[in-house]
């Protein structure tokens, strides 16, 4: 399925012009920020259609005749392409506000055919735009929006939802479009991932660049307990649903999650170009927690922490081994673990938000360099 970039002109390709809002001449127009080089590297290395879309008020009328309007968008457009930005479509409306034609920003009315196929990608598309109707662009659309946010009144009078009903559209809130081809670039860690046997049905969902979202039902509290950690302080989202034969014993459901896991990392982190590779972190209280940890392709696991309680919760401390040892198996890294301390909650616990702090530092990538941490040429 095809991904679109539905990309305000007004305000995001080249300035707004208050208070008129018309660039009706040449004297009036000036590009926006670094969208040449920008918007001119996601033309090149990302997988978008770009679709240019506009509310031009009463273009062809008397107060914005269309021969005061061409030449200038034409002089953009030229501009644009000559930097290898190609628009598959330009959509413009024409009509006054106060008019509510389903054509005109935020309605849908000129882009139906991006909507309900099987052709383009909704979903994973995003509306990129300068005023809060692009926004609401994006909810009605069923994608996400790119707030290039330089006044939230702007567009205010013509949506109907109320600003914190469209902020879970807003995937990224800036003023650069430098933020933009980073965020668009560094996007794409997320996958879906379903593990079945015998003792064990689990579904994870999995985004390495995430902000530290946590769904977490393993049927152990502790457990899930733990497993947040990970979501919160390595800033990723986690979602993960284990039904396991917990009627025998905790053993299959802990080691498969860590399988499980493992593996949805080792799937999300398949392109390893850019990133760090390498994460260590050294967490504090009276519980001193050292994880170091290596993405590069070969597991093994170092475990220095001894645990004096049988269960800590619901979970059994022999357990904390064999989970970060199936993680380790399944994702394909080197993880070396010690802790020391008196607490033994505080001890698992550090050792969890160690392991979280050390895998944000080695996902951790550069969307300006496509080099691969290795001098064997392959991870």
Not at 6 to 12: A, L, P, S, Y
């Amino acid at each position: 399925m095809k991904k679109v970039l539905f990309i305000d002109r007004d305000g995001t390709i080249i300035n707004e012009v208050p208070p008129t809002y018309q660039i009706d001449s040449f004297e009036k127009l000036q590009f926006y920020p670094q969208v040449f080089r920008y918007l001119g590297l996601i033309a090149a290395e990302l997988d978008y259609e770009l679709v240019m879309v506009t509310n031009q008020d009463g273009l062809g009328t008397s107060s914005f005749p269309e021969e005061t309007f061409w030449p200038v968008q034409n002089f953009i457009m030229d501009c644009l392409k000559q930097e290898g930005i190609v628009f598959n479509e330009v959509c413009i409306d024409k009509s006054f506000p106060e008019q509510h034609l389903p054509t005109r920003k935020p309605g849908t009315g000129m882009l139906q055919k991006y909507m309900n196929n099987e052709v383009y990608d909704m979903a994973n598309s995003f509306v990129i735009g300068d005023r809060i109707t692009d926004v609401q662009l994006a909810k009605n659309l069923g994608c996400k929006a790119i707030w290039l946010n330089s006044d939230e009144s702007l567009g205010s009078a013509e949506i109907s939802d109320e600003m914190n009903v469209l902020i879970p559209t807003i995937a990224l809130k800036t003023l650069e479009w430098r933020d933009i081809y980073s965020f668009l670039k560094l996007s794409n860690r997320s996958v879906k991932h379903i593990r079945k046997t015998n003792e064990t049905n689990i579904e994870i969902e999995l985004n390495v660049d995430g902000s530290g979202v946590a769904h977490i039902h393993t049927g152990l509290g502790f457990f899930d307990h733990m497993l947040e950690q990970i979501a919160r302080h390595g800033k990723m989202d986690i979602s993960i649903s284990t039904k396991g034969d917990l009627h025998i014993d905790e053993h299959h459901t802990i080691e498969d999650t860590g399988i499980a896991l493992g593996e949805a990392f080792a799937l999300a982190l398949h392109d390893k170009r850019g990133m760090e590779r390498y994460g260590f972190a050294l967490p504090m209280d009276e519980a001193e927690a050292k994880v170091l940890i290596d993405f590069g392709g070969r597991s093994w696991l170092v475990w220095d922490a001894e645990f004096k309680r049988e269960k800590i919760g619901d979970m059994p401390t022999e357990m904390f081994f064999h989970f970060f040892k199936s993680f380790s198996d399944a994702a394909k890294c080197n993880l070396n673990i010690a802790c020391k301390g008196t607490n033994e909650h505080h001890k698992i616990e550090a050792i969890f938000k160690a392991f979280a702090k050390a895998m944000k530092m080695a996902v951790k990538r550069d969307p300006f360099n496509n080099y691969l941490p290795s001098t064997k040429g392959v991870l």
